[in-house]
């Protein structure tokens, strides 16, 4: 196995968030790159964050804060998109996990598949309960879990309404799932370029923010001398 150092072509930053309402001082600090943890198979991209209060000892909020995070760098989605994916843009577990999606809006009829998991989802009325919340536990709708899908297998929501009809096989949902997987595996070049893409941008705003740094140090040094 290869042996790959812990973080490749890792991107971190820190911009104050007032906005988020943690209080007028509060920082965010977002972390993103390629991951290896030792005894996976490859690297992993990892798109995380955390939220505190400058001499405060314990954090606000930690985690995949994905919507917090592209509030402050919405040039980041490219690689929010990528999170679990490995070095080649392949999903974590693309075949077992997409297809736990895609039986939950088929509603095939089996017990382990997404349209059966329950979880917090939005109340489908629209409505804000006694305490505030905007969400309900309950188990996912079609339409909620082929979005889920979508986004697994990072293609447009329609895009994905217009394939599902053709692999959809009610008398053998094995078919269903042999088709998906011949698809998913032709989409190996446009998940490799879709990590390129992702690593580029990263090793980007890392030189950026490089050229940002020497361009204030530099400034310092002409104030401290007088030049």
């Given at each position: 196995?290869?042996?790959?150092?812990?973080?490749?072509?890792?991107?971190?930053?820190?911009?104050?968030?007032?906005?988020?309402?943690?209080?007028p001082k509060a920082q965010?600090?977002?972390?993103?790159?390629?991951?290896?943890?030792?005894?996976?198979?490859?690297?992993?991209?990892?798109?995380?964050?955390?939220?505190?209060?400058?001499?405060?000892?314990?954090?606000?909020?930690?985690?995949?804060?994905?919507?917090?995070?592209?509030?402050?760098?919405?040039?980041?989605?490219?690689?929010?998109?990528?999170?679990?994916?490995?070095?080649?843009?392949?999903?974590?577990?693309?075949?077992?996990?997409?297809?736990?999606?895609?039986?939950?809006?088929?509603?095939?009829?089996?017990?382990?598949?997404?349209?059966?998991?329950?979880?917090?989802?939005?109340?489908?009325?629209?409505?804000?309960?006694?305490?505030?919340?905007?969400?309900?536990?309950?188990?996912?709708?079609?339409?909620?879990?082929?979005?889920?899908?979508?986004?697994?297998?990072?293609?447009?929501?329609?895009?994905?309404?217009?394939?599902?009809?053709?692999?959809?096989?009610?008398?053998?949902?094995?078919?269903?799932?042999?088709?998906?997987?011949?698809?998913?595996?032709?989409?190996?070049?446009?998940?490799?370029?879709?990590?390129?893409?992702?690593?580029?941008?990263?090793?980007?705003?890392?030189?950026?923010?490089?050229?940002?740094?020497?361009?204030?140090?530099?400034?310092?040094?002409?104030?401290?001398?007088?030049?």
């Open positions: 196995m290869t042996d790959y150092p812990e973080y490749q072509h890792r991107y971190r930053s820190t911009r104050g968030c007032p906005a988020l309402g943690y209080g965010i600090r977002v972390d993103a790159c390629l991951h290896y943890i030792r005894g996976n198979h490859a690297p992993y991209f990892s798109v995380t964050a955390d939220v505190y209060i400058p001499g405060r000892r314990d954090i606000e909020a930690c985690g995949c804060l994905h919507d917090d995070i592209l509030k402050f760098w919405p040039k980041l989605a490219p690689v929010i998109a990528l999170h679990l994916s490995d070095d080649k843009g392949v999903p974590m577990h693309a075949e077992a996990n997409g297809w736990y999606q895609l039986a939950g809006y088929y509603q095939t009829g089996g017990r382990y598949h997404a349209g059966n998991s329950q979880g917090n989802y939005p109340r489908l009325d629209g409505s804000v309960g006694p305490y505030g919340q905007t969400t309900e536990y309950r188990c996912p709708t079609p339409d909620e879990c082929l979005q889920h899908f979508a986004d697994h297998v990072r293609i447009p929501l329609d895009a994905a309404r217009e394939l599902a009809p053709y692999w959809r096989c009610p008398d053998d949902w094995h078919a269903s799932r042999r088709w998906f997987g011949t698809w998913l595996a032709a989409q190996a070049p446009r998940f490799q370029a879709e990590a390129d893409a992702a690593v580029e941008l990263l090793d980007a705003l890392n030189a950026s923010q490089a050229q940002a740094r020497a361009a204030r140090e530099s400034s310092q040094v002409i104030e401290k001398t007088g030049g």
